[in-house]
């Protein structure tokens, strides 16, 4: 039965892996709206973790039609698409004089920083996955929406792709009419996204255009943390990769009109709408715990223990193109 880590944790009885899932519920956005769909089980021995699906790529319309006559036929599109579930996680070795002398302490810090890594890294795979680049995650949102209908790209003067510079807006008009854009972008997507994500620059730049709108809203997270919102829609900042300071989201220098390197423009973004659900976008899953730990045991004879702790095996899918979409070429810088 699909379940979000909510759920999974009511599900749970032992307090470590309870915390795991609170860990990764206030750390990750993403994790805490994602429906994990455990509809995949191992095939071929265990051998074979793959989700097979259909992915709608066009919607079809309807006509009226004269007496007498016949309607043209329509359908709408459609593709075979599947990935392949992938374990995450880490391990991390501790001699058993350090946990003594902690008193836990070491043992609790480094299950504790597994956790955000793990969070981190999957977050990264959400926006930024290639499994051209990595054979053993999945591929996100970036790749999948490259040449989608729902990948805005602005048009700098009318006749060719270029960007919106958001650092020369000053003043009310010249603010709604991004946020004209931002609108026109948003009407590409089946649904009313559940939140939008992207670089802080971006996002604080974005801010300042629904205030001058009056389209700025204040809400709070499950957790009682303040969350800029534009007309509800949480805006949010994905945070940083694993083991680094950096974004997961940020700004590049791009050729933002395909001109070359004469084209190259400075400072900028991309935004990501995204509705969730199982119709939408949404994880997968092998049926049993979504979650797992294992804690060194000092018990045993063995100076140096190992514990790990594990998501998955998993990996994310969009059901519809129409359920993200990303908004290319902000200029913020």
């Known amino acids: 039965m699909p379940v979000t880590l909510a759920q999974a944790k009511l599900n749970v009885t032992d307090a470590v892996d309870i915390q795991i899932i609170d860990e990764f519920q206030k750390s990750n956005d993403i994790m805490n709206r994602l429906t994990f769909d455990d509809a995949v089980s191992p095939a071929g021995g265990g051998a074979t973790l793959t989700y097979t699906y ?7 319309g309807a006509a009226f039609r004269a007496i007498n006559s016949e309607y043209t036929p329509t359908e709408a ?4 698409a599947s990935v392949d579930l992938k374990p995450l996680g ?10 003594a002398v902690g008193q836990a302490r070491e043992t609790t810090f480094q299950m504790r920083e597994l956790l955000k890594a793990t969070s981190a890294k999957f977050n990264d795979a959400v926006f930024n996955g ?16 490259t040449g989608t ?4 790209l602005p048009l700098s003067n ?6 919106r510079d958001w650092t020369t807006v000053d003043t009310k008009a010249e603010a709604i009419a991004e ?18 994500y992207g670089p802080k620059k971006v996002l604080s730049m974005f801010k300042r255009l629904a205030m001058w709108a009056d389209q700025y809203e204040k ?5 009682g943390r303040l969350v800029n919102a534009y007309n509800g829609i949480p805006l949010i900042d994905p945070g940083t990769k694993d083991g680094s300071n950096t974004d997961v989201l940020t700004t590049a220098t791009r050729d933002a009109d395909g001109g070359g390197a004469g084209g190259n423009i400075t400072g900028l973004g991309d935004l990501y709408a995204v509705r969730f659900g199982l119709d939408g976008f949404h994880a997968v899953s092998t049926p049993g715990p979504l979650v797992r730990n294992w804690l060194p045991d000092f018990t045993t004879a063995g100076a140096v223990k190992t514990g790990e702790a594990e998501l998955g095996p998993a990996a994310v899918v969009l059901k519809k193109t129409k359920a993200a979409g990303v908004f290319r070429n902000i200029k913020v810088a």
């Open 54 to 60: 259909t992915r709608q790529l066009t919607q079809r």
């Open 77 to 80: 599109t459609k593709v075979r």
């Open 90 to 99: 880490g391990s991390f070795q501790i001699d058993r004089v350090l946990d």
């Open 130 to 145: 290639d499994t051209a680049v990595d054979a053993n995650g999945f591929d996100g949102l970036n790749k999948v929406l």
């Open 149 to 152: 209908t729902t990948e805005y």
């Open 158 to 163: 009318g006749t060719t792709t270029g960007y």
């Open 179 to 196: 946020i004209e854009q931002i609108d026109a972008w948003l009407s590409l997507l089946d649904e009313r996204p559940d939140a939008i």
């Open 219 to 223: 809400t709070t997270d499950a957790f």
